[in-house]
């Protein structure tokens, strides 16, 4: 079985800050299924909550870990744009070429914008 991939472009919210935590909106949700060496751009832990768009679970309502109990990981989306356009292959993928595509567009558009990274 592989690993799977989903990423969240997600812009953080400038109102609601949490002590720990500041809360961000999810912009798109992309699953790139296998993502290849894009993974690899991924080191910062995510501080921001994301909103679990999975279930109304009241317990867990943002989402912590991925499917495989890591930490959420995030990468600037200028450096991801740059990782997607190094890798000939990822340009070649049609589910990465269009989140190249859509990121490119959102970065015009908001003042931050991250990736985030879950595997599943």
Do not use: W
């Not at 832990?45 to 930490?71: A, F, H, M, T, W």
């Not at 049609?94 to 859509?102: I, L, W």
């Amino acid at each position: 079985m592989g690993y799977e991939s989903r990423v969240y472009v997600i812009t953080p919210y400038n109102f609601g800050q949490d002590k720990e935590r500041k809360p961000a909106e999810i912009i798109a949700r992309f699953n790139l299924s296998c993502c290849g060496n894009l993974s690899e751009v991924f080191t910062e832990v995510c501080p921001y909550l994301i909103y679990n768009e999975d279930g109304d679970d009241e317990e867990q309502p943002y989402v912590e870990e991925d499917k495989y109990g890591s930490r959420l990981t995030m990468a600037p989306a200028k450096e991801v744009l740059e990782s997607i356009k190094k890798d000939k292959e990822a340009m070649e993928y049609r589910r990465t070429r269009d989140f190249y595509e859509f990121l490119k567009s959102a970065i015009n558009h908001y003042d931050e914008v991250y990736v985030v990274h879950y595997g599943y």
